[in-house]
């Protein structure tokens, strides 16, 4: 019997491949079912069933490929009211093959559909798939599904089956087994996840605060406050995976890819998301474009500022990153919102630099904007007098930026920098000068 962990960092998503006698079963796979695909090939076995903890929220699952291309067998739990072809897993059922059996748990609390799974071994329970119920350090946050899915249900109540899911269900296994989460350090599925991409459940019970002893209305308090913010995608990707989507390859090959001498007919009312580092865009780009650089979360970001059911384009610096661009849009099912895409290294506006000096000495003379999320702002302010505005919704708020003082745009790092204050260069009068104090940050 083998487990092998596939990390996606830049969804900080874990995905599983359970493998013995020559079979494989996967667990919560990512829209990119290649790698699965490959391990599979190494090893000279046959995945034979796909085991979804729940309908995700932060990216889209291949479970529908791996069903129409191999004929896996994929598992969900009844609630989910599937539309794709499966078979219900809810607790007392069991996949057995090998010397392994698989054993579902219904785990409420992060969505109400959600599952864990209980891995035996010849006889003794050795491992859990925690999905994201149980995280390395943290729980699953209870407030996505108030509005989403066939069951909706308040974060209060969330977060109630929460308490129970974990001290019932989860804490009564044996101290060694091992828990595999679907997500570490940097999701917003959850909000204090740790680093380690697995531990065991003694481990937790001493360093969880969500399994430590108290009240369960200590328990809900303490879960639902200070959340992350909901991205715009999350709702979207839940409804997409409970249909299930089309194969990756089949759905990429249908954007339109433009070359140098045909930009002349982009739509001047549809976004453009410029994914060439910083200092690239601001040398030269085109109108209408915010720049989400491809070396950060952009996965998040994209689906945090653009909307479901909103066009864009989409550029890279070359043929390469671009294919890999593609990729990562589809990642959250976004791909067919790409009207179309090109490489670009030319545009016809600049961005003039911010003078940090003369910013230090004279902050009154700018309108400062903190796009950090609230959480962030709360636990280290750093400019008293800035407006915040987080950057998910700062197109929507744009009418309350001043334009009387030129605009300094700061994040933690910079990366959400460049894309806040190319936002607001396309919306506000062009007399207005925007700048992106970017990773200077770091000297305030």
């Not at 002349?264 to 209408?288: C, M, V, W, Y």
């Not at 593609?326 to 506006?349: C, H, N, Q």
């Amino acid at each position: 019997m083998k487990i092998e962990q596939f990390e996606d960092k830049s969804l900080s998503h874990y995905a599983y491949a359970i493998l013995s006698a020559g079979e494989i079963v996967l667990v919560d796979p990512a829209r990119d079912v290649s790698p699965y695909l490959a391990f599979a090939e190494a090893n000279q076995v046959k995945i034979i069933g796909v085991i979804e903890t729940h309908p995700h929220a932060d990216f889209v699952s291949g479970h529908l490929e791996l069903y129409q291309n191999l004929g896996a067998t994929i598992y969900c739990s009844k609630l989910i009211d599937a539309a794709y072809p499966h078979q219900t897993f809810d607790d007392g059922n069991v996949i057995s093959f090998g010397k392994v059996k698989l054993k579902a748990v219904n785990t409420p609390g992060h969505s109400p559909d959600s599952i864990s799974i209980i891995l035996e071994h010849e006889g003794k329970d050795k491992a859990v798939f925690t999905g994201d119920t149980l995280f390395i350090g943290d729980c699953g946050r209870p407030d996505l599904r108030e509005n989403t899915g066939n069951i909706t249900t308040k974060r209060e109540e969330l977060a109630a089956q929460m308490y129970h899911s974990l001290h019932e269900k989860l804490m009564v296994l044996a101290d060694d087994i091992i828990v595999y989460p679907a997500h570490g350090a940097g999701t917003l599925c959850g909000k204090a996840l740790s680093d380690a991409s697995s531990s065991t459940i003694y481990a937790e019970k001493l360093g969880n605060w969500s399994l430590q002893k108290m009240t369960e209305a200590t328990f809900i308090k303490a879960l639902i406050e200070d959340q992350p913010f909901v991205p715009k995608y999350f709702p979207f990707n839940v409804e997409l995976n409970k249909k299930g989507v089309p194969g990756l390859a089949s759905t990429i090959k249908n954007i339109p890819l433009l070359k140098h001498d045909n930009l002349i007919g982009l739509k001047e009312n549809i976004i453009i998301i410029d994914t060439r580092p910083a200092s690239q865009f601001k040398q030269d780009h085109l109108p209408n474009s915010i720049n989400l650089m491809e070396n950060g979360k952009f996965e998040t970001w994209l689906g945090s500022i653009i909307s479901p059911g909103e066009e864009f384009y989409l550029t890279a610096e070359n043929d390469i990153i671009l294919q890999e661009m593609i990729k990562r849009t589809a990642k959250i099912g976004y791909e067919t919102l790409i009207k179309a895409a090109f490489v670009f290294d030319f545009g016809s506006i600049k961005t003039v630099s911010l003078d940090t000096e003369d910013f230090k000495n004279h902050l009154n003379d700018y309108q400062i904007i903190d796009i950090r999320n609230a959480n962030e702002v709360k636990e280290h302010p750093i400019f008293t007098d800035s407006l915040k505005i987080p950057l998910p919704e700062l197109r929507e708020r744009i009418s309350e930026i001043s334009t009387e003082k030129p605009i300094v745009v700061h994040c933690a790092g910079g990366y959400r920098s460049a894309a806040g204050s190319s936002i607001l260069q396309n919306k506000l009068p062009e007399k207005v000068s925007v700048y992106d104090l970017g990773i200077a940050i770091n000297e305030f």
